[in-house]
T-cell receptor, first 113, second 113 residues
Framework: EDQVTQSPEALRLQEGESSSLNCSYT??????LFWYRQDPGKGPEFLFT???AGEEKEKERLKATLTKKESFLHITAPKPEDSATYLC??????????????FGKGTKLSVKP | GAGVSQTPSNKVTEKGKYVELRCDPI?????LYWYRQSLGQGPEFLIY????????DSGLPNDRFFAVRPEGSVSTLKIQRTERGDSAVYLC???????????FGPGTRLTVL
């Protein structure tokens, strides 16, 4: 069964304190791994897509990496505005897949000034 | 350009009533997805449309749930005989092509009393 597990469930950081969020997955054929940010009361906002092991993507203070079993979202020198829930999702390839995403439960990040 | 929009933003109904939730995808996007998100959980797939047809409805929990996309653009999720367990945020997402990056709307918060 395709599955996504995110850890930790919650993470509290001081402003400027770098850290990483983990997303481990099991899927029968990975088409893509997606990271989204979700603020309270809003829909998920797209951050990154990773397709193959070894791939890395960066955007401002965020950097996503991918291995064959997990992905990391590295946050460098975070600011309070980075506080949000970060969702990881996988898209499986079944040869003509419909493309639906399988999400983890998310990591709730709080950055204190 | 305009993103995915969903109406209403909030819907409160009584147990046993019928509700309709609307999704306007990004213009030109052929694929449309519905997800449901309960508190503290990641979004869960409900149904996927490619054009006007439901290509995959394997995530619909039971036959009280139904969705349509008659002209290949706007979609409506319909829930009959609502139950308290249907209370959740219903998210809509669209992508240019199947398996492309999905962009989410703000969601409709459904509360069944």
């Amino acid at each position: 069964e395709d599955q996504v597990t995110q850890s930790p469930e919650a993470l509290r950081l001081q402003e400027g304190e770098s850290s990483s969020l983990n997303c481990s997955y099991t899927v029968s054929g990975l088409r893509g791994l997606f990271w989204y940010r979700q603020d309270p009361g809003k829909g998920p906002e797209f951050l990154f897509t990773l397709y193959s092991a070894g791939e890395e993507k960066e955007k401002e203070r965020l950097k996503a990496t991918l291995t064959k079993k997990e992905s990391f979202l590295h946050i460098t020198a975070p600011k309070p505005e980075d506080s949000a829930t970060y969702l990881c999702a996988v898209q499986a390839y079944y040869g003509g897949s419909q493309g639906n995403l399988i999400f983890g439960k998310g990591t709730k990040l709080s950055v204190k000034p | 350009g305009a993103g995915v929009s969903q109406t209403p933003s909030n819907k409160v109904t009584e147990k046993g009533k019928y509700v309709e939730l609307r999704c306007d995808p990004i213009s030109g996007h052929t694929a449309l997805y519905w997800y449901r998100q309960s508190l503290g959980q990641g979004p869960e797939f409900l149904i996927y449309f490619q054009g006007t047809g439901a290509a995959d409805d394997s995530g619909l929990p039971n036959d009280r749930f139904f969705a349509v996309r008659p002209e290949g653009s706007v979609s409506t999720l319909k829930i009959q005989r609502t139950e308290r367990g249907d209370s959740a945020v219903y998210l809509c997402a669209s992508s240019l092509l199947p398996a492309d990056t999905q962009y989410f709307g703000p969601g409709t918060r459904l509360t069944v009393l």
